[in-house]
């Protein structure tokens, strides 16, 4: 008995490995957010040390309730001051690995959940 979908009918990621993450079947080299409504938005960002509350607070506008954030290479929490958007919109968050987020970003978003993932692309060195 076959139990999930041929397709899903929100955005996935298709693919993922160091320094790329694929969207759709389509290869891409920067961070970058996506949505289960569809929404995706290069993100300005290619180092965790780059990130600032600035760029939370860009999700916390994203119309979601929860976001995954891929913290690239290995797990890193954001400061929780960089969350307090996020807290004022009641939007979740969950922090993990940017492949861990990929994998739990795919599952959220083929049950119908309104979520977000914030995927962290570090260059491969």
């Not at 920067?30 to 600032?52: A, C, M, N, P, Y």
């Not at 607070?57 to 960089?82: C, H, N, Y």
Request: aromatic residues 8%.
């Amino acid at each position: 008995m076959k139990l999930q979908p041929d397709k899903f009918d929100v955005q996935t990621i298709s693919g993922y490995g160091p320094g790329w993450v694929g969207v759709n079947g389509e290869k891409i080299h920067h961070s970058v957010v996506i949505g289960s409504k569809g929404q995706r938005l290069d993100w300005q960002v290619s180092q965790f040390e780059d990130l600032t509350e600035a760029h939370f607070k860009q999700l916390a506008d994203m119309d979601t309730e929860l976001v995954i954030f891929g913290s690239g290479t290995r797990l890193r929490f954001p400061p929780p001051a960089w969350l307090q958007a996020l807290m004022a919109q009641r939007v979740g968050l969950e922090t993990m690995d940017t492949p861990a987020a990929c994998r739990t970003y795919n599952i959220l978003a083929g049950e119908g959940r309104s979520v977000v993932a914030a995927l962290l692309m570090e260059s491969a060195t």
